[in-house]
Nanobody
Framework: QVQFVESGGGLVQPGGSLTLSCAASGFTFSRFVMRWYRQAPGKERELVAKINSAGGIADYADSVKGRFVISRNTLRSTVYLQMSSLKPEDTAVYYC??????????????WGQGTQVTVSS
């Protein structure tokens, strides 16, 4: 059974930093693209960052480019999202997910519980 356990969220002041972790299980981690999404209140879930199966290629939403870094640890089946220079508009529940296709969302798994990130003074 595929499972994602996100952690590392919390309350942070504008300009601060957080690192999110997502422990994945139930599939061959090394063969899957890993993705971070977020969903703010009243908004649709959006893709924040993705990283290919080998970990050598990553892409980011324009809104986080230059501030967020996605990485993965195959031995730990874990994907990370380092977030810096956080803004109030980064406030959302953050989720990870996985699929085989780097260029589309086809084949995403069931969602985990996510981790809440709140950026506020």
């Amino acid at each position: 059974q595929v499972q994602f356990v996100e952690s590392g969220g919390g309350l942070v002041q504008p300009g601060g930093s957080l690192t999110l972790s997502c422990a994945a299980s139930g599939f061959t981690f090394s063969r899957f693209v890993m993705r971070w999404y977020r969903q703010a209140p009243g908004k649709e879930r959006e893709l924040v960052a993705k990283i290919n199966s080998a970990g050598g290629i990553a892409d980011y939403a324009d809104s986080v480019k230059g501030r967020f870094v996605i990485s993965r640890n195959t031995l730990r089946s874990t994907v990370y999202l380092q977030m810096s220079s956080l803004k109030p508009e980064d406030t959302a529940v953050y989720y990870c997910n996985a699929n085989r296709d780097y260029y589309s969302d086809v084949g995403l798994q069931d969602w985990g519980q996510g981790t809440q990130v709140t950026v506020s003074s």
